[in-house]
């Protein structure tokens, strides 16, 4: 068969999909499988033995990111890469990562059982902890592989309950030989759900990101002073929480006094001691900041740090900040992006032009080598959550456009 008409299976690749879905799936039909834990493990185990099936060379690096490699005819070439995530939020969707490395895998069972042989090597890739939801930052294995964070400082992040990246990577077996380290990739390809409204309110069927917004997260511990709910009149209180609620409503409101494209995000908080009888003396909470203007997001952050220390002050609850993370906004490589688009054209698919805000592998693979991703919409525009969905035949129609790109790309 002429390569110009392959396609996908789109039934093998659902069926893959639902198989994954079943390790660590919630009861109301979404998926908790955090980065390094036993259903990260198991999830990974399954990866490995389809990557076998297909008699892939299969490396596990220092980070856990795992390579599934098939070798082109000149292997001394740079090889096209392609990939995602296993790790999923703890109450997240079916899709998210998942069908950034199913559809990857896909797109190599497809030539492999098509018996067709590309120039260049094409790897598929499950990045480590992408979520950053149990070890933040997120991105850990894309980003020490991709040279932006250290080996050991990765190793080093712990979880709420003082578990450590290393610790858990360790337990899992999944603490590979192979270093961490990046190595010429021509080209690299993730196909994601948008994870927002865009595509189904344009009805397009593939999404064709320039990029991604900028991202810091930071995490804010308010100090009070823990008293007797009863005794304590209101104005001798030092009420953590109340300032911490007080600071919250200034993350929500900092997009409207800042404009632009802003969107901030208090996701998690912790109160202590969290009795309803005292009044709390430790609060922690998160924000997430996005932007594609870094200096928008930067002005933002400080913005709100100012507001946070004035905040502490009038209410005699002292402030301390922890940066998380930051990274600017990604800009991926105009000529793969071109390339997506004319596929999807070629296939016969409706696409449109856009950003991402969500953060993505591809933010650090990116600034390593030519990077590109493929959208497909998300029902509703929900994600990272039990009831994210995409339809079956989009997932199929990204999967080919996948398939195409990677041809192109392992053939110039
Ligand atoms: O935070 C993000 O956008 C991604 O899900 N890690
Ligand atoms: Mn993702
Ligand atoms: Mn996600």
């Not at 894309?142 to 309950?161: K, T």
Request: charged letters at 25%; glycine letters at 10%.
């Amino acid at each position: 068969m002429e390569i110009s008409e392959l396609r996908v299976n789109g039934s093998r690749l659902r069926a893959t999909i639902e198989e994954l879905a079943r390790i660590g799936g919630t009861a109301g039909g979404g998926m908790h499988r955090l980065a390094l834990t036993e259903e990260d493990k198991q999830a990974r185990d399954l990866f490995i033995r389809w990557l076998k099936e297909l008699g892939l060379k299969i490396s596990i690096d220092e980070m856990g990111n795992i390579f599934g490699e098939r070798k082109g005819r000149s292997p001394q070439k740079p090889m096209v890469l392609s990939g995602s995530h296993l790790d999923t939020q703890p109450k997240g969707g079916r899709f998210d990562g998942i069908l950034g490395v199913t559809g990857a895998l896909e797109a190599l069972r497809t030539i492999h059982e098509n018996r067709i042989d590309t120039e260049r090597t094409i790897a598929i890739v499950d990045w480590t902890d992408e979520e950053g939801t149990r070890f933040s930052p997120a991105m850990l294995g894309s980003g020490v592989w991709a040279g932006h964070f250290e080996r050991d400082w990765a190793y080093s992040r712990v979880d709420l309950g003082a578990t450590s990246f290393g610790e858990a990577l360790e337990r899992i077996g999944y603490k590979g030989k192979a270093p961490a380290r990046k190595w010429p990739v021509h080209a690299y390809y993730e196909f994601h759900i948008e994870q927002g409204p865009v595509l189904e309110k344009m009805g397009k069927r593939i999404g064709v990101p320039k990029g991604i917004l900028g991202i810091t997260w930071f995490d804010v511990y308010v100090e009070g002073e823990g008293n007797q709910a009863g005794p304590t009149p209101m104005n001798a209180r030092k009420d953590a929480l109340v300032a911490a609620a007080e600071m919250i409503l200034k993350v929500n409101n900092l997009p409207a006094k800042m404009g632009g494209d802003l969107v901030a995000t208090v996701g998690e908080i912790q109160n202590a001691p969290n009795s309803r009888n005292i009044i709390p003396d430790r609060v922690r909470f998160t924000v997430d900041i996005r932007s594609w203007e870094d200096l928008l997001k930067n002005k933002a952050v400080e913005a709100i740090k100012n507001e946070f220390s004035q905040i502490g002050e009038k209410r005699g609850c002292p402030v301390r900040i922890e940066m998380i993370w930051d990274i600017s906004h990604t800009e991926f490589d105009s000529h793969l992006v071109e390339r997506v688009g004319k596929v999807a054209s070629r296939l016969g698919y409706s696409s449109h032009p856009m950003v991402s805000g969500a953060g993505h592998d591809a933010a650090y693979v990116c600034r390593v080598a030519p990077t590109a991703m493929i959208f497909v919409p998300s029902i509703g525009g929900r994600s990272h959550v039990e009831v994210e969905n995409t339809r079956w035949e989009d997932c199929e129609a990204g999967a080919n456009v996948l398939l195409h790109c990677l041809f192109q790309s392992a053939n110039e």
